[in-house]
């Protein structure tokens, strides 16, 4: 419990990624909370097996995003700490984002989508904040990594799926 708190310090912009301990228990746990998460959310969009292979590209895309990334800042020891830090923030920002999603598909209330624009953009300033732990070259080239991680893993997810499905 106390290696989660430290992770989902990240998420409130607190602690740093070097004081977090390396858990593969916990990137197991936040694995299969991220796929559970994922189908329940996908299947309500397309198919359950669409869902399906959508979320193992996303993951496989978030695997490989994290490597490139610490490849070319020359620092793979850190590839299982930042790659649970990923998925567990993009948990905690799922537990916020599920209820405003259910409120967007029922409702047509303007502040259901402006609540979940900005827990949309919380999630891009959580990668954000711990891109810029990694690569250190401040805030702005990090937010464009950010940026490009979500359009890679969400978007790329879902243009690879219509190829795959």
Request: hydrophobic share 60%; aromatic share 18%; with cysteine.
């Amino acid at each position: 419990m106390e290696h989660l708190k430290q992770y989902i310090s990240l998420c409130w912009f607190k602690g740093s990624l070097d004081e977090t301990p390396e858990s593969i228990p916990l990137l197991k746990k936040a694995l299969i909370f991220y796929v559970v998460g994922g189908i329940f959310v996908i299947t309500n969009m397309t198919g359950f097996i669409e869902a399906i292979i959508e979320v193992f590209i996303e993951i496989f895309l978030i695997f490989a995003f994290v490597a490139i990334v610490l490849f070319f800042t020359k620092d793979l020891t850190q590839y299982w700490k930042v790659l649970t830090s990923f998925f567990i923030c993009q948990d905690f920002i799922s537990i916020f984002a599920l209820p405003l999603l259910i409120w967007v598909t029922v409702t047509d209330d303007s502040l259901a989508y402006y609540l979940l624009g900005a827990v949309m953009l919380w999630g891009v300033a959580i990668i954000a904040y711990i891109n810029n732990q990694i690569i250190s070259l401040g805030s702005f080239p990090s937010f464009l990594l950010s940026l490009t991680f979500f359009l890679g893993v969400y978007g790329g997810g879902f243009i690879l799926m219509l190829l795959v499905a």
